[in-house]
């Protein structure tokens, strides 16, 4: 028997697991989805545009995704909801479908990224102190007094998803990690980037230039006004 096909909300955003996403919802189809979802007590799942845009037209996203479980709703006067949900677990669209306002896919689960391996936790030893020089440094470039960061997951898998949803970097970057096939490959990925970064806020925090003076140029890295 054929699975029902899962709501699709194609945003400009990457939802990892574990991530909290809040989102307002305005659109008719989208109300009607996640009435639906919640009468249902189902999930729906997020996926990056790769073309369009999040409102008007439905966009073209990509194949790659995570489910995302609604934990709170408010609802609004005139029909209007602000909800906040979770991100669970990854996903690959099969083949989209129509026949409703909203997108849907046959879905097939991406297999549980296994985090206890030897090379995952050697990767997680290297990445973890990454990740608090990576945060400190983001707080000197922002001019923010941040305590140190050091309650950081040990379990490899729970560290590389919430190094991915920290990394300010663009957003098809983000695309590319969560598409990854390992706990391991992930961190690795992440232990280069956080390596790259270090070195850009390093001469953002020698130079001057403060996040708060910058703004995101085409490619999603931050120039001066």
Not at 12 to 34: A, Q, S, T
Not at 97 to 109: A, D, T, W
Not at 112 to 120: D, F, K, R, Y
Request: proline content about 8%.
């Amino acid at each position: 028997m054929t699975a029902e096909p899962l709501p699709l909300f194609p945003l400009n955003v990457v939802l990892f697991p574990g991530m909290v996403l809040p989102l307002h919802i305005f659109e008719d189809r989208y109300r009607l989805m996640i009435g639906r979802c919640l009468d249902e007590s189902r999930p729906f799942g997020v996926l990056l545009i790769r073309e369009g845009k999040e409102v008007g037209e439905t966009a073209v996203p990509y194949e790659v995704g995570t489910t995302a479980r609604i934990t709170r709703v408010e609802r609004l006067d005139d029909g209007r909801m602000n909800i906040t949900t979770v991100g669970v677990e990854r996903f690959r669209v099969r083949r989209f479908r129509e026949g409703e306002p909203y997108l849907q896919g046959e879905i097939v689960p991406l297999p549980n990224l296994e985090g206890e391996t030897p090379q995952a936790v050697y990767q997680a030893e290297v990445v973890r102190p990454l990740v608090s020089d990576y945060v400190g440094l983001l707080a000197k470039a922002a001019g923010l007094q941040l305590g140190l960061v050091d309650n950081l997951p040990e379990d490899p898998a729970a560290l590389a998803f919430l190094t991915a949803i920290a990394l300010q970097i663009p957003i098809h970057e983000k695309q590319e990690l969560l598409a990854t096939q390992s706990i391991a490959s992930l961190l690795a990925e992440e232990r280069g980037i956080l390596r790259r970064e270090d070195k850009l806020l390093r001469f953002m925090v020698d130079t001057g230039p403060r996040l708060s003076d910058m703004k995101l140029g085409p490619t999603g890295y931050l120039f001066p006004n």
